[in-house]
């Protein structure tokens, strides 16, 4: 009698086993300062049971309900009193019950006081399937059809955490002081899923990269070494093999009626006071492309899902900052309300947001302070300096005249007073999603140069793309495959190793020297963290600024002549005294300025006094 009892017991649980199939997030933190937790709960007909819990400090505030039977949404209260725990939520209906174990964690100490990557910092951009490929066990998952092809351009190349960790101490020696990795999460398309921005998880690190314990244990030995882990987010839009795509939540779900209509990336519309509104609901609510489907962040629970979902790992895995990907494509109040939340929480964090405008006028209406005429509010502390990086390159490229060469880069600071906080914006030479810098400089060494100091010790914080300090190239085309190339010495049989040197030019390893003079004098010098911007109007391809404080000055001087050059230092005394003494930072030797200096062509002085 006892066996048939049991065993009938063991029957019930195997078939309501079948109701929850996933609740997310699986746990939680005590002391966060929003007290509740919005759990999405997907099942068969889980709509069917009533969720109940006894737990000191946390109850369940309300239930709600969708058009789809399959899901419910919980929050929980959780308040001041609640324990670090399980908390035990059962679901019943008439005839079945079945428990799931919902973890209360103890937050780290001083979790909400986290200090995000900031003006001292110098980040490495890193493509992960193309950086290290460290455990060659997982480059090939069974479940995962996108296998393993090194000599594809879009095919997956073996690139994984664990590289990234082992060689921790080279980014370190370099001067890197964050990492920010294209995205992680597990990526369960056909093909092309190497860049990780078609998201079919959310909260599972993709097993071809790792797993979640691997991803904590980058950001805990990173941490040892003095370097953030940047996560990058991914708001607008997820993988068409997204596990809800077969039962979604609710049918608004996703824009569009969950059917493919292309945005017209029309991103001015957002700020056009003339704008259709027929082409800002194509821009926000159009998808980029068929394997993206664009979601409705309108829909609260979807807010709530994503907001939280980025919550989660800056606590599961000890963020020091997010960067966000295609940030206008949003919807704008969702995106407020996510950026509001991530700072009130964490309100020393950064994030960093994409908008691929050239305009300064629309990268500036993002940025937190900005007071916008149409009153919307972000509360993103560094847009990325797209007009910068534009000016740069187009600087360098072009003959010396008015208005162009360095006149290109003077006239996009100028615009700094457009900018809540000008200060605090990503700059960046290039990054994955653009032909390499010294690729698009024609491999010019000489202007390449001139960008790496001007990146290393212009305002804002610098970004630099893996792969930068060695002049990776992309010389046969401006496909992102070919961009996001393989790192010397992270893969098999590759005939030169960026980490030791073997096999690189002499080029190469002067640019990684250059790297390495620049990034460290930049660490240890907070004038270039936090020191004033004054700047001289370029004179016949010779451009000046200084970066300067109480304490300390640098003057950085470019030369773009082919012919060296002498400069009248009178022009400078507000900032330069007579028979100032200095150091040249380039090449370790000490001057005394009189009344002009020389500058050699094409190339760059950088001096401390």
């Known amino acids: 009698m006892k066996k048939i009892f049991l065993l009938l017991l063991l029957t019930q649980s195997t078939l309501f086993a079948q109701h929850i199939e996933r609740v997310e997030p699986s746990n939680w933190w005590i002391n966060m300062k929003e007290p509740t937790v919005q759990l999405l709960v997907h099942g068969n007909q889980i709509s069917e049971f009533s969720p109940s819990l006894k737990y000191k400090g946390v109850k369940i505030e309300a239930v709600h309900k969708t058009d789809n039977p399959n899901y419910l949404f919980i929050d929980l209260l959780i308040s001041k009193k609640a324990e670090a725990g399980t908390v035990d939520i059962n679901f019943a209906n008439k005839s ?21 990557f900031n003006t001292s910092d110098a980040i490495y951009l890193i493509t992960p399937d193309r950086f290290v490929n460290g455990n060659t066990s997982n480059d090939n998952i069974d479940g995962y059809p996108d296998k393993a092809a090194p000599s594809k351009e879009f095919g997956r190349h073996g690139g994984d955490i664990q590289g990234i960790t082992e060689h921790l101490d080279y980014i370190s020696d370099m001067g890197f002081t964050a990492i920010w990795p294209m995205p992680l999460e597990e990526n369960n398309m056909d093909d092309a899923s190497y860049h990780g921005y078609a998201i079919t998880d959310f909260y599972k690190i993709d097993p071809r990269y790792g797993s979640n314990q691997e991803y904590y244990n980058l950001s805990s030995e990173s941490k040892k070494q003095g370097i953030k882990i940047i996560k990058d987010v991914v708001l607008n839009h997820c993988g068409s093999k997204h596990w809800w795509m077969t039962d979604l939540p609710s049918k608004d779900w996703i824009n569009n009626g969950g059917h493919f209509k292309s945005t017209n990336h029309r991103r001015e519309t957002l700020r056009d006071i003339h704008a259709s509104q027929k082409d800002k609901e194509v821009m926000s609510d159009g998808w980029f492309v068929e394997t993206m489907p664009d979601m409705n962040q309108r829909n609260p629970f979807l807010a709530n899902y994503l907001i939280q979902n980025a919550i989660w790992w800056i606590e599961m895995a000890d963020l020091g900052g997010l960067r966000v990907d295609t940030y206008p494509y949003s919807d704008q109040d969702f995106s407020s309300r996510w950026s509001k939340r991530i700072m009130e929480e964490y309100p020393n964090f950064n994030i960093t947001s994409e908008e691929w405008s050239t305009n300064p006028a629309i990268t500036s209406y993002w940025q937190r302070g900005k007071v916008n005429a149409n009153g919307y509010k972000s509360y993103v502390p560094t847009p990325m300096d797209f007009p910068l990086q534009d000016a740069l390159v187009k600087g360098l490229n072009e003959n010396i005249a008015w208005g162009t060469d360095f006149n290109r880069v003077y006239h996009s600071v100028s615009n700094d007073f457009l900018y809540a906080d000008a200060s605090n914006l990503l700059i960046f030479a290039d990054n994955h999603d653009m032909s390499r810098i010294y690729t698009q400089l024609h491999e010019n060494y000489d202007h390449f140069k001139m960008a790496m100091v001007l990146m ?30 393989d790192f010397p010495g992270g893969f098999a049989n590759m005939s030169s190793n960026a980490f030791t040197s073997v096999g690189l030019s002499d080029k190469q390893k002067e640019a990684q020297k250059l790297f390495k003079t620049l990034l460290n004098y930049r660490k240890s010098n907070p004038v270039l963290h936090e020191g004033k911007l004054t700047h001289f109007g370029p004179e016949n391809g010779v451009y000046v600024y200084f970066r300067h404080s109480d304490a300390r000055k640098v003057m950085v001087i470019f030369n773009k002549n082919e012919k060296n050059q002498s400069i009248d230092l009178n022009r400078f005394r507000e900032l330069l005294p007579e028979n100032s003494t200095v150091k040249n930072v380039l090449s370790d030797q000490t001057l005394t300025l009189g009344q002009s200096i020389e500058i050699k062509g094409s190339s760059t002085l950088l001096l401390e006094f």
């Open 456 to 485: 290393a010790t212009m305002r804002g914080i610098p970004q630099f793309y893996y792969g930068t300090e060695i002049l990776m190239t992309n010389p046969n085309s401006d496909s992102h495959g070919e961009i996001r190339g």
């Open 96 to 116: 079945e019950k079945e428990t799931f174990k919902f973890e209360l964690k103890a937050r780290r100490p001083n979790s909400a006081k986290r200090e995000g």
